[in-house]
């Protein structure tokens, strides 16, 4: 009989883990969870004889990997893998699959209530400001940047975005004005939406540079990754305009540091809440779980990233 783990330190809801075991019942699979673990090593020993995984922002490192000597497919329920060993999984051949889109509105909607919450001041009573008839740029247009842009519009906002990969004709159609350059997003917009994967290539890559080319009131908004951003950087546009803030759904590292010196400047959740809906859990563990059987049963690839 296959054996599937559901390795997730920030359970899903129970209604989507349910959905998730009915799946796995069905194809006659067991289906185990190791859910709030509190260490690693909890992961590393579950995993031994597993045929295949899930996870969520959890470690599947090199120890899972290698430890998981009956392991065949990793599946992140959820859009972001650079917590997968991608190396590691392609040296033991295991397949590493992602859930792309199904839980971008989930996301998207979270990076609305920052803006809200920060734009009022974090509710403190005072006299706030209104998203209505300001600029957004959505930096990256994937599943979640479309979503940003569509709830956007809602608000009455203009819309603009910057993504290379993605043709100046597909975002256009959403009614989303196409930035040429990182800088002219920057320097357009009121409020700058992340949705930047964290690679080599754009780990610190939100830097001083960049946000001082922001308007002197204006917001970085992070849904994305905490690896991104340039925290020196960040630290001195904090402390060099009062009219800056950021509000992130990932803490940074210097968390308590920002906290302390900026105060009101930054929002920070106290878990990564972003994806954290029934909605969003039942979609991404759906998936996961079907991708899981269709790769098993039939060698099906889809949505294979390594
Ligand atoms: C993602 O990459 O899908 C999001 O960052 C959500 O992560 P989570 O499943 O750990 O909440």
Known sequence: MKKVLVATEKPFAKIAADNI????????????FLEKYTDHQQFVEASKDVDAIIIRSDKANQAVIENAQQLKIIVRAGA?????????????????????????NAVAEL????????????????????????????????????????????????????????????????????VESI????????YISLHIPANDKTKKSINYDLLSKMPAT?????????????????KQILAERKGFSYVSDIAPDMVAELKESFGA????????????????????????AEQIIAFLEKGDTTFKVN
């Open 80 to 104: 972001g893998y650079d917590n997968v060993d991608l190396a590691a999984a392609t040296a033991k051949d295991v397949v590493v699959m992602n859930t792309p889109g199904q839980n971008s």
């Open 183 to 190: 800088d002219a997003l920057y320097s357009s917009c009121d």
């Open 265 to 288: 400047q930054c929002f920070f959740t106290p878990k990564k809440m972003g994806a954290q809906t029934a909605e969003a859990n039942i979609n991404a563990g759906i998936a996961a």
């Open 111 to 178: 990076a609305f209530g920052m803006m809200v919450y920060q734009a009022r001041n974090q509710f403190n009573g005072s006299s706030g400001t209104e998203l209505k008839g300001k600029t957004i740029g959505i930096h990256a247009y994937g599943n979640v940047g479309k979503n940003v842009a569509r709830i956007a519009k809602g608000f009455g906002m203009n819309v603009k975005a910057f993504d290379p990969f993605v043709k100046a004709d597909v975002i256009q159609k959403d009614g989303v004005e196409v």
């Open 21 to 32: 075991k009915a799946i796995f019942d069905k194809a006659g699979y067991t289906c185990v």
């Open 218 to 234: 204006s917001m970085l908004v992070n849904t994305a990754r905490k690896e991104v951003i340039d925290e020196e950087g960040l």
